[in-house]
């Protein structure tokens, strides 16, 4: 339960508005630990729970004018949450299929890609950009695209969440596109 009334809280909102920053940040302390647990009950992992949480934050303090002042700021600001943590998951499904299409694509693809490069040609270019990274770099490559239904095991094998396997994986696909970039392909 908030540490503050909804009373208590909705004067906090008005001096808000009225410019006062130092109420934002009383406001946040005052309802933290209950929004934080709210996203907690169905979140995926740590890190949604606070990106959700920060970004519901962010985003009442940017529509701050929307919201009437009745009381009822607590469950505005869980909606709010709630919503980003959606937003998030939503994007990281994406984000996930679109990267394993990626590497599928350039590691197992049958058909040249559009810039013509021989087969060949382009997994000598990614096994070499692949060869660059660091040994457990090319190592969770490799498991991931080897069986990518493993990214839960993947995650308790390195003692890391899901979002941060998936993070790490989103970046190695970064260096690797550049590498393969350098190297005159495009995909």
């Not at 309802?31 to 996203?39: A, K, M, W």
């Not at 959606?86 to 559009?114: C, I, K, N, V």
Request: aromatic share 6%; proline share 4%; net charge negative.
């Amino acid at each position: 339960m908030s540490a503050l009334t909804p009373a208590e809280l909705d004067a906090l909102v008005v001096r808000i508005r009225d410019g006062d920053r130092e109420a934002f940040v009383e406001l946040i302390e005052a309802t933290q630990d209950e929004v934080r647990c709210f996203i907690a009950v169905v979140a995926l992992s740590a890190d949604q729970i606070e990106e959700a949480v920060q970004a519901a934050y962010v985003t009442a303090y940017e529509h701050l004018d929307d919201y009437r002042v009745t009381g009822t700021f607590l469950p505005w600001l869980k909606g709010i949450a709630r919503n980003r943590l959606r937003q998030e998951t939503a994007h990281r499904r994406r984000w996930l299929s679109a990267d394993q299409a990626f590497f599928e694509s350039l590691l197992q693809s049958s058909e040249p890609p559009a810039a013509e490069v021989p087969q060949a040609d382009l997994l000598l270019a990614l096994e070499e950009c692949l060869g660059r990274l660091a040994e457990p770099a090319q190592r969770l490559v490799r498991d991931f695209y080897r069986d990518p239904s493993a990214l839960e095991a993947l995650a308790r094998e390195q003692g890391r969440t899901r979002a941060a396997v998936a993070m790490a994986l989103s970046r190695i696909r970064g260096v690797l596109r550049d590498c393969l970039s350098r190297k005159g392909l495009t995909w």
